[in-house]
Every structure is written in C-alpha cells, then in structure tokens.
Nanobody, 125 residues
Framework: QVQLMESGGGSVQAGGSLRLSCTASEDSTYLGWFRQAPGKEREGVAVIHKYGGSTYYGDSVKGRFTISQDIPNTENTVYLQMNSLKPEDTAMYYC???????????????????WGQGTQVTVSS
C-alpha cells in the first residue's frame, strides 16, 4: 500500500505561483497530479516517469505548469510548479501513483492505483 502525501496548496491571486510537493512512501514508476473542482470531472494535470523522466501535461496547463523530480529521486518526491495561475485552476489537487500508463492517454484515472488525500489550491481574480 503506497501512501502519498501532498503539500504546498494554498490561496493566491491570479497570475501568481504555487509549488506542490508529493512524496510516496514507496518507489513508484509514475507519479502525477490530477485536480477536481466542485461540480466538475477529475482532470489530469501532469505526470512524470521516475526513471526515464518523461513528462505529460494536460492541455489546460501546458506552458504554465512544470512537473519535476530530484535527480536521483531517492525520496520518491515530485514537484508541481504552477505559474501564471488562473481562477479556473482552483481545485483540489491530488497526487497519484501508477506502475505504468498509456503514453498516448496518460490521464486515465483507473491506471493510478494509489491516491493522496489532496491539497486545495484557490486562485482569486
């Protein structure tokens, strides 16, 4: 049972930045972020392959968000740097772990077998 611990959420004004962190209790091949706003479906944000370093981003965050990890990633921690935040980025952000993903469809929730409790991000206009 992999436990995921998120941190770094908070409130910020539009145009600002936040950095989220997620630490897994065990080695995980893929670590990623999803988000869900009230009344909306869960949305894939970003995911990274621990060993190859490949990254994948949701269309709505490309160019603004960056997922990264320490090299080597001995602490099983990934970071999500969120810049140029918009009010529509407001959501609960969840860290998720997967043993493998389809690189053509990296954000299928059923591929992720462990999830964190979430951290709230609120962007005000």
């Amino acid at each position: 049972q992999v436990q995921l611990m998120e941190s770094g959420g908070g409130s910020v004004q539009a145009g600002g930045s936040l950095r989220l962190s997620c630490t897994a209790s065990e080695d995980s091949t893929y670590l990623g972020w999803f988000r869900q706003a009230p009344g909306k479906e869960r949305e894939g944000v970003a995911v990274i392959h621990k060993y190859g370093g490949s990254t994948y981003y949701g269309d709505s965050v490309k160019g603004r968000f960056t997922i990264s990890q320490d090299i080597p990633n001995t602490e099983n921690t990934v970071y999500l740097q969120m810049n140029s935040l918009k009010p529509e980025d407001t959501a609960m952000y969840y860290c998720a772990a997967a043993p493998f993903i389809n690189p053509w469809k990296p954000f299928i929730p059923s591929a992720y077998n462990f999830w964190g409790q979430g951290t709230q991000v609120t962007v005000s206009s």
